[in-house]
């Protein structure tokens, strides 16, 4: 029970600091958002604001080491795997970031580029 409180503890304290940088992005959305309309119609060459075509893509993947979380575990596992597969399949070059040792020790096994 006491393990069950810790974990819940740590899950209200990322969600908290996930809504704390809610103003940050928005606050940024607004700047760039008023940086294109001051600009206007004219040509940009910004490298920020200029649309590319995407050829490679890094996902990022954050899982748990040990503990109560096999549930997020598995979940973070298929979206990115399921993720991996339909980048794949548009043709785009994908590779991923781990975090946790339960995604590393999954993505190894099943010979996903891993960038180190």
Same mark, same amino acid.
């Given at each position: 029970?006491?393990?069950?409180?810790?974990? %819940?503890?740590?899950?209200?304290?990322?969600?908290?600091?996930?809504?704390?940088?809610?103003?940050?992005?928005?606050?940024?959305?607004?700047? @760039?958002?008023?940086? &294109?309309?001051?600009?206007?119609?004219?040509?940009?060459?910004?490298?920020?604001?200029?649309?590319?075509?995407?050829?490679?893509?890094?996902? %990022?993947?954050?899982?748990?080491?040990?503990?109560?979380?096999?549930?997020?575990?598995? @979940?973070?596992?298929?979206?990115?795997?399921?993720? /991996?597969?339909?980048?794949?399949?548009?043709?785009?070059?994908?590779?991923?970031?781990?975090?946790?040792?339960?995604?590393?020790?999954? @993505?190894?096994?099943?010979? /996903?580029? &891993?960038?180190?």
């Amino acid at each position: 029970m006491a393990m069950k409180l810790v974990a %819940a503890a740590k899950v209200r304290r990322a969600q908290d600091a996930v809504v704390a940088t809610r103003p940050f992005s928005e606050t940024l959305q607004s700047v @760039f958002g008023g940086l &294109i309309e001051r600009m206007g119609g004219e040509a940009l060459d910004l490298p920020l604001l200029t649309q590319r075509e995407v050829n490679k893509v890094t996902l %990022a993947v954050i899982t748990g080491d040990r503990g109560l979380c096999g549930g997020y575990n598995s @979940f973070m596992i298929k979206k990115a795997e399921s993720r /991996f597969n339909e980048l794949k399949e548009q043709g785009i070059e994908c590779d991923m970031i781990l975090i946790g040792k339960k995604g590393i020790t999954y @993505f190894e096994r099943r010979g /996903f580029p &891993i960038r180190k």
